[in-house]
């Protein structure tokens, strides 16, 4: 495979943005074929359309899901991806590398595959760009064998869990949700490898409401950490805020001149629960008010902390557009334990509870989150066996369009027109 | 050894799951995980962590195009082989973190990373714009309206300066995806960059026996657009379908369920702009994007229309919202009215929602403020 | 003269229209008229009207049961004509307002009411109860669910204090409907007293063919649970509906539409309270009520469960609100949860919408509050 | 017709607050079928049931409303409500009334019906309840000879329309309520009395935002009076506020002891659009942040009051929930002026535009808050020939589902599958 023309292409090399395109003719002076991918990329910039042909059935035995088929539907102008499947690689929890590792991993890439790939995809996977029919099972061998490493998840199945760092370095972190993802991943092989779903199913982990894995806007079922005592104040170092000592929000303001901190303004007013007040030089929480919404402690990380009792909330229904239009994850469960000890089993009862219900009732390529708005939050709040509670709505319905069963209703449905008659001249 | 294609099924292993995470962690996350009491971002991509052991954790991070070269992932590797005893990490935006155990060794990390053109900058901290997260585009995906990395790599060009800075109000979060499925959260992002198709799908007659099941692409309309219908192929009649275009509201499903129906077009696709989304449930909760731009075309390979009216909107609100406040949440304090006349964005019909739950996006309040759209 | 029944088009007017409003103006109204400075309510019931010519007008405001005969009425025009030199008006919300041009003549005014024992209750101002609006109930409708001015009384004969004192954070609005047509502005009031259905309608297969267009009847269930089906009737089989009762709601919409299919019913019907809705502009956005008690009985004459959560919604609010907080707005600043829990109504799958644009009521966000619902 | 027992309903006649059935008894001693009244009203509460006939046909000729029939189911019982129709008399405008027309009202009335009435009704008629069939043509008659007034509306048309007092006696009406109401209700004579649409449609007018004649939540046009220019401000009287000297909000607080008015909390910070502050003792306002929301004029009525380029928003398509929900009027038109000048040229042109559309395609019962949702809010305002304003909703599309037009997009829709072939091979 030869080098082609890149006119266009060529204009993404300036900039301070680091290029992918002199990434990738870097890669291609020792794997030609990327000169291809350069190739038809160059072509599509030409063309302003894609060049690749519409799916394709690939995988390795015995999985049902880890690689999407891609053909080129310019083959012959570019052999070098006529084949482009993608292989996706479960990643680690929350992305930590030893450069060990991923030598090894790219070393095999460029042996069987194209020697490009995203780090790492929107799910979470590495991303393996671009392999031939032909060199997947080989690759998968090396991957399980050499590595011990295996395939992430794609099609009507779940699809590989994502966390955000957590407890590893982050401070605010309610519950361990690498240990969690982990955990529920390994549980979950089959479920992850072979499509047994009416779509795509997937959760997500964040540590504390600032949701760093953006699990309450993609994912199924978003598990998302928070506490059920007190914020942990350090009077000491609120009086070191006020006075200027300590940065406010952790310094990230620091690039513009915002005038001195006022803990008025950047903190209690802007708490949405006006729970906070200042008495004296003390910080006062009414803690019942607050919704640990995490902005006080966000902008004063050295003086509070989340509360000592901690947990997450369970949220089930996050989507993208298609088809019904976008869902953000709806709040099911306030607060679980998430923990370890019992091996995440009351976490795992929900998550199942949900799976039995939906494997049976969801349409083809409808999510669950489309189930839910199918049969009505009530619905899918009785097949959980919860009770309705207040915190899983934002406001109490505004129609009278109320449903009520046969037997809620003193006397039942069944009537007599003739005695009602007998009554009520008609 | 290796693979045996005559014997696939011996020796085989699967569902091994993803690697254990604890045996990637440094040493000092390993130890303090769980302990972490505070945090400090330092300078711009330079974050401190303090443990209730006393230990501290010096993170720099740095942008990556996220499509990268095994070439390039060596070169990290180099680097964090160099400085931080062979571990390094993957934000969920798809920037990397290298971290050290001793503020001493940040700076001749910093030195290293500078050292290598442009290729490791360092940001994407604090009150900024950190990495683009973004999809798949012409480099790989069959449904895409528009690239990914390009569009990514121009709009990031354009706002390095607040890769590399915290003076914004707030954390900006940009996203790209390249056609309607969204892959990512560009329904929840400050700034989305949207990939559209305008164009109804084709129909490929000749094709379309052989490759889809008729009822399903038939179902797969959510607007009931696509119809069973006859079709002539090679003089003969065939069944097939046919698509009423005033009702096709572009959403590429059918085109998802049946490849014999390709929507992708140079004129027909592009960009469309969508504001004010977040996913933190930081004093507000989680909002949608809204769109405010219907259409910028694809041109390639600087997207100069959509690299503009990013940082239009984006300067428009580095102006005017104050502190902590997130696009969304200045958009809709000043009102949406507002909004669109600073940021010097035409109001089109366009960003009149007429979709499923449209009602509840309607005014139904006298409250107005009176803008140059009132004539 | 009169009518003459042999030649009913003979001298025929008609299209008059309602009288010139300006011809029943008190004199200080019409001289007055967009004149008006300021306004002060110098006690409950009783405003002063200020203009620029330096007039004043002052307002005794009286609530009414509304539903008042020829008798009545004319004792009003007994005692404007003795006080209001022959004027008066209603409000917007069926009070009586008495209007004089002098301090000195409120006081007679305000005794000579008061010597009338309950009739004349003077009130109604500023930051309480005023009256109730409401509709027919079993005075006169076919569709009512409950009655109407027997609950109205007892509301306010519970809630008397409010009408005569300005004591609450801010002005309540209270109104009842007897049905889910809620003629008049249930569906945006602080709390809501509404008359619902609960059985589905019964069919009169003997009437049916007589009384109903069976498309029509079919057409009108929203969810679709009126069905065309087949019925015997004395022996012969007739075209008739049948409904599912699985899907019905019990709006009621099928019998407006069919006589045959009677819904009332004394165990079956009863009343729904709501709250939270504004019609105002003020500070927040008009709102609609929320449905918080889904059913309470019928107990006729007095409904007590009714008057008794009435009061303890507004109770419960007046002692928790802040000043100028409308109901809707003091629920939403501390929460539905707490809500709930601070007027002591249990919570029911029932408040949980799922009509038609019930996502957007659902919870999105990991904020909430701790209240005893979470056990 | 003789008393009948009523001890369920002499219930009702305690109580501080006026007792309908106190009044009811007093009138049936003139007028005896007042007594029926009485008694099938007694049954209903005996039963827990309405006594009432479904609807009924009559009227007067040549009205296609006015009129609600009614008949008794129980008419044996209580013969005096027999036939028991109402008849909706128009109100004068914001319900001012000289006593001797409403004597004579009630004079014509005890003539003719059951001499009950709702004074009045929720759509701001006098509502005069139970009238026999054969009455109603001699009570015609006298109405509009005798005192020259007419009825109001029922059924499919324009119904009565309604405005609050406005300018009569209110410093904050914008336009001239009154006689807006009145001379479009002269105007449309014949849409309040023949039907011709395809379900009812309501007007209603408020001076300002305080909208005391609720017309956004259920008139079908709601015209609600407001201003372009700046608010006045009275500085002086500002001070009188701040010192305690005039009371707040008019006195509408002063059964309570709130503590001493605080200008900043009650006013400024309660401002929704944070348009207002304190310049030493003065009070700003930046009027262009300003949404006309009426409440700091409402809480310092002495000082503040609305700007002197006066008009009206109109907003379209308020109404109940049946059937598909409750909605409030949607901002169409931000500000017209509204002047009888003109003759109400502008507003008429809108009414009629709405009209001339939605009674070609409105369907049977639908009212036009539902046909512009079925419709959509853009085809709407192109229908109306408007251009689309942002401030028309509340917030931008949240999804992407756009619609184009085949000549807004550059070459058509029309493409030729086989050319697009040759260049992405399938
Ligand atoms: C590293 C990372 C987690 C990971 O597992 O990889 C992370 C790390 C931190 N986040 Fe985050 N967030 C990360 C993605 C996110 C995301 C997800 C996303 O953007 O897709 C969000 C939600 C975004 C949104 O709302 O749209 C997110 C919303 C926050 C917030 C909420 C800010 C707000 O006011 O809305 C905070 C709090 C703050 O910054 O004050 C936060 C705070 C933090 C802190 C300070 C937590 C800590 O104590 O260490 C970390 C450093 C922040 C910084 O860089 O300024 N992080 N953070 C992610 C870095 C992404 C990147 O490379 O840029
Ligand atoms: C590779 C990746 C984009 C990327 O560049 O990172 C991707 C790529 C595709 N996505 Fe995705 N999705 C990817 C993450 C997402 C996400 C983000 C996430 O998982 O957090 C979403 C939004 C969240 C969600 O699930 O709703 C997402 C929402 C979709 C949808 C719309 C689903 C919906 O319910 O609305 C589709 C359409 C479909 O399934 O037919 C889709 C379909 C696709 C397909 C399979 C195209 C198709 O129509 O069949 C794409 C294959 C591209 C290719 O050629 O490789 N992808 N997709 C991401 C997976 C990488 C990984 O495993 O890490
Ligand atoms: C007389 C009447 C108009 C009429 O044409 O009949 C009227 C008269 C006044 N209203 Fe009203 N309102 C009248 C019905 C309404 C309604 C409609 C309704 O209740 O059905 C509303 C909307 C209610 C809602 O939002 O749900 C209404 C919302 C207001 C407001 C807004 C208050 C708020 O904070 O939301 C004000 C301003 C205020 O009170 O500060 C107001 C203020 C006023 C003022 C002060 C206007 C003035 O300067 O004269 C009048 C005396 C208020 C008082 O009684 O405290 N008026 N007012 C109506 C009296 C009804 C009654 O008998 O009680
Ligand atoms: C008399 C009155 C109630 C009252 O006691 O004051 C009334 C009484 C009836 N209304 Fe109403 N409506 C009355 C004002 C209203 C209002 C309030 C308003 O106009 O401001 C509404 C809510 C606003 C609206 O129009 O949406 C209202 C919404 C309805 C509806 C539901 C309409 C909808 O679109 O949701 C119906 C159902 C129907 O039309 O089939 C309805 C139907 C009825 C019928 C005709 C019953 C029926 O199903 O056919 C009632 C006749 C009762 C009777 O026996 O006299 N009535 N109705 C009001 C008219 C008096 C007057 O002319 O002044
Ligand atoms: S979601 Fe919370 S716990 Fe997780 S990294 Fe972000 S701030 Fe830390
Ligand atoms: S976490 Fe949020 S709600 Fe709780 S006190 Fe802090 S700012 Fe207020
Ligand atoms: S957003 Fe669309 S085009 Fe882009 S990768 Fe996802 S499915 Fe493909
Ligand atoms: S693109 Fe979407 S709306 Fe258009 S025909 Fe295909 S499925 Fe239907
Ligand atoms: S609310 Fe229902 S029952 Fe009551 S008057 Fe109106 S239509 Fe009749
Ligand atoms: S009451 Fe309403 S939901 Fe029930 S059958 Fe009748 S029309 Fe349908
Ligand atoms: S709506 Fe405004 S103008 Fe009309 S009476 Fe009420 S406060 Fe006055
Ligand atoms: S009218 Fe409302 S928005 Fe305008 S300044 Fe006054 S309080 Fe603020």
Known sequence: MAKHETPLLDQLEGGPWPSFVSDLKH?????????????????????????????GIVGVFGYGGGIVGRYSDVPEQFPGVEHFHTIRVAQPASKYYSTENLRKLMDLWEKHGSGVTNMHGSTGDIILLGCRTEALEPFFWDLTHDMGQDLGGSGSNLRTPECCLGQSRCEWACYDTQETCYHLTLHYQDEIHRPAFPYKFKFKFSGCANDCVAAIARSDISVIGTWRDEIRIDQAAVKEYVAGNYPANGGSHSGRDWGPFDIQKEVID??????????????????????????????????LRPGADQGASVLVGAKAPILDGAQMSTLIVPFMKVEKENEYEELIEFIETVWDWWMEVGKNRERVGETMQRIGLNNFIKIMGLEPIPQMIRIPRENPYVFWAEEEVEGGFDRDIDEFRARHAA | MGYNPDKPMEGRITDLGPPHYAQFFPPVIKENKGKWLWHEILQPGVLMHKSETGDEVYTVRVGTARLMTCQFVREICDIADAHCDGH???????????????????????DDLASRGNKFPVGGTGAGVTNIVHTQGWI??????????????????????????????A???IALAC???????????DIAILGIHRKPPMIDHKRITGVCELPLAIASCPLGAVKPAKAMVDGEEIKSVSVTVERCMFCGNCYTMCPAMPMADPDGDGIAILVGGKVSNTRSAPKFSKL?????????????????????????????AKKYERVG???????????????????????IDDYRLAYNTWRTTTQFKFTSHIK
């Open chain 1, 27 to 55: 890669q291609a002076e020792t794997k030609p074929e990327v000169y291809d991918i350069l190739g038809q990329l160059e072509l599509s910039y030409k063309d302003r359309i894609t060049h690749w042909k519409h799916g």
């Open chain 1, 270 to 303: 802007l708490c949405p629960t006006e729970c906070m007040w200042m008495e004296g030089d003390e910080l006062k929480i009414d803690d019942k008010e607050c919704t640990r919404c995490m902005h006080c402690i966000n902008v004063m990380p050295r003086a």
């Open chain 2, 88 to 110: 390094l990490r993957f934000t969920t935006r798809n920037n990397i973190e290298f971290m050290v155990d001793a503020k001493d060794k940040v700076q001749p990390l910093l």
């Open chain 2, 140 to 169: 790989h995906c069959h449904t895409p309206a528009t690239d990914a990395s390009g569009p990514v790599k121009v709009v990031m060009d354009e706002l390095f300066e607040y890769f590399t800075s915290m003076t914004l109000p």
């Open chain 2, 171 to 173: 954390q900006v979060r």
């Open chain 2, 179 to 189: 056609c309607l499925n969204m892959c990512g959260a560009v329904h929840a992002s």
């Open chain 2, 292 to 320: 405010v731009i219907p259409f910028l075309p694809n041109n390639t390979p600087l997207w100069p229309e959509t690299v503009e009216a990013v940082k239009k909107i984006l300067e428009a609100y580095a102006k005017d």
């Open chain 2, 329 to 351: 949440e200045w958009a809709e304090r000043i009102g949406w009215e507002r909004f669109f006349e600073k940021c010097d964005i035409p109001f089109t019909e366009k960003s």
